[in-house]
């Protein structure tokens, strides 16, 4: 089988671009510095932010799940670092640095692996969502973690492999805290307006 290594860089750097922007928003949602700032304004279109904080996390979930499973027949870093290696296409101090980076990664994407499975791709009926999510242990910080020791690993290949990195600079955090405000405002300003 031949493998285009440069198909799979791009679908990788694809990959985890997407779990990065569903993280922002996911995190923008939920986290300390913002949640209470916009609670009264999400809770006022419950419906439509309780579907989209599901949505970004799966979809967080899945994206970085596919990154690091272990089949043949998909794109994922496992497989394309173990071509390169048995096509000996890197120096062998760079293979050991990604393999480094890719054993430092390696635990989050567990658990990842364990939400994935269990709960959201899959759903147990062994285990509730809650004892998953205890099982799993992971955190939002631990998430961002993952993605950039996944924006380090690709970078640092794709140096060796044609000398080019990738600046990963999307960012959705700002545009969904811009929303959240015009929400806000639009929402405190219907709530200000005398009924008829």
Known sequence: MTVDIDGYIKDLRHTITVAALNYDIWRAYTSEDCRPLYVQTMNSYSP?????????????LVALYRLYEKRTDTFNIPFVLRTLKE???LPEDTLESLDRIYEKAKPLWVKVNILRNKAFGHRSSAHTVEGVFKKAGITPNQLRELAELTKELLNELTQAWDKST??????????TFRLLQDLKCAYEKRKAEPEH
């Open 87 to 89: 096509r000996k296409a």
């Open 166 to 175: 990738y600046l990963f600079d999307l960012d959705a955090r700002e545009a």
């Open 48 to 60: 439509f932010f309780q579907t989209s904080l599901h949505a970004h996390f799966v979809a967080l």
